[in-house]
């Protein structure tokens, strides 16, 4: 693995169903994210993790969790999906999420579709 | 409340110079990004400005005026692989990014 991984690529579930995106980073950063990015809109900040076994709500927290049991592992769950987060998702990561001009990597992103 | 504001499209002859502006209002200031983002790509980082300035950077320059609370990216020498977005983020003062909508870029021959 280098950098950031994302799994799956691409999703379509139907509404009401759990999801559960994998992200995992091989950089050994403390900080990881989760971003939704809409069409017309910048990318909208849904959880973020400062160092491993501390999570935070992001700008869109509603109808996501996260956790972060590890350094290289932040997996995002919808517990019952709904049409409005069909979205791309975008994990990330930066070496410090309390200091300025760390820059974020992302991930190559999940598609996801509710029906 | 936070906003960032930047242009929706620009299009640009290949060879030419290009200038995208951003303008932002935010709780704080604790720098501000540019990332390039190809059509269903993630997301690359192209440069960062914390002090008001010009940072230069091979064809990408970055200027920041804070006073103003603007920057712009300029694209020298514009090539096809430049067709692309191009998203401003600036880093609040929670740390968090707060990003535009982005421009998309349009390079013709």
């Known amino acids: 693995i280098a950098g950031i991984t994302q799994a799956p690529t691409s999703q379509i579930l139907a509404a009401g169903r759990r999801m559960t995106l994998r992200c995992t980073q091989d950089m050994r950063h403390n900080a990881m994210y989760w971003y939704r990015q809409d069409l017309g809109l910048g990318l909208r900040l849904i959880h973020y993790?400062?160092?491993?076994?501390?999570?935070g709500k992001g700008e869109v927290p509603d109808g996501y969790s996260v956790s972060r049991a590890n350094t290289d592992d932040f997996p995002l769950t919808l517990a019952s999906a709904v049409p409005s987060q069909t979205s791309v998702y975008f994990c990330a990561s930066s070496d410090s999420g309390l200091a300025g001009g760390n820059e974020q990597f992302f991930g190559p992103g999940t598609r996801l579709t509710v029906l | 409340g936070q906003n960032i504001d930047q242009p929706t499209e620009m299009t640009a002859t290949e060879g030419a110079i290009v200038q995208i502006n951003c303008t932002y209002q935010t709780s704080g200031f604790n720098g501000l990004f540019w990332y390039q983002q190809h059509a269903g790509e993630a997301p690359t980082f192209l440069s960062y400005n914390v002090l008001d300035g010009l940072e230069e950077k091979g064809r990408f320059s970055s200027f920041l005026s804070r006073s103003k609370g603007y920057s712009y990216l300029l694209l020298k020498e514009l090539q096809m692989k430049d067709s692309a977005s191009y998203l401003c983020a600036v880093m609040d003062s929670n740390y968090q990014l707060i990003w535009g909508a982005g421009t998309k870029l349009i390079i013709k021959p």
């Open positions: 993790s400062n160092t491993a076994g501390t999570t």
